[in-house]
């Protein structure tokens, strides 16, 4: 674990830098998580372990708030570590998450672009029917590519990981 949290450290770096290269286009801001209020989030094994790490180190009452969301927790809602508008668990936060904002190239022709591109936050500035009309980060910033280093394990859901762990 302690290779992946040196690994996310210096990802980290990285991806300041293109959110600074992006800035005129990103509108992300303290308080503003309609990006954690519906998808799928597909974390990995190893990612997901950090969440629990970071789970762990939380005040009781965090941790309940989390246990009730987790209660009512449906597939493509809210993220159950989303408490009042921010992450609870922020430093420990998946791949999809330290991303989410940013345009960037999957493959050759396919730029992954924000959804909030098409409510008038990140790139709504630049993207225009189906297409964006600046270069993109250049690197493929999806999970299973930024990982590829790692024994990252499966990739699921989290309300499948969730839903799906094995009761008490």
């Known amino acids: 674990m302690q290779n992946y949290k040196d690994f996310l450290e210096n990802f980290d770096l990285r991806l300041k830098n293109y959110f600074n290269q992006h800035k005129s286009h990103i509108h992300c801001h303290i308080g503003c998580s309609s990006c954690c209020e519906k998808g799928d989030y597909p974390i990995s094994q190893l ?8 789970y762990i180190s939380l005040d009781n009452n965090t941790k309940i708030n989390i246990q ?7 597939r493509g809602e809210k993220c159950p570590f989303l408490i009042n508008n921010k992450c609870s668990v922020y430093s420990y936060r998946p791949i999809i998450c330290r991303v989410h904002g940013l345009a960037y190239i999957l493959k050759t022709d396919c730029v992954k ?50 839903k799906n762990a094995p009761q008490k």
């Open 113 to 162: 672009i924000p959804y909030c591109a098409n409510e008038y936050k990140n790139y709504s500035d630049v993207y225009k029917n189906g297409e964006i009309i600046i270069n993109p980060v250049t690197e493929n910033l999806d999970t299973p590519e930024v990982l590829k280093d790692f024994d990252y394990g499966e990739i699921r859901n989290l309300y499948d990981w969730i």
């Open 68 to 74: 009730n969301n987790i209660k009512t927790m449906k």
């Open 47 to 54: 990612e997901l372990e950090s969440l629990m790490q970071g």
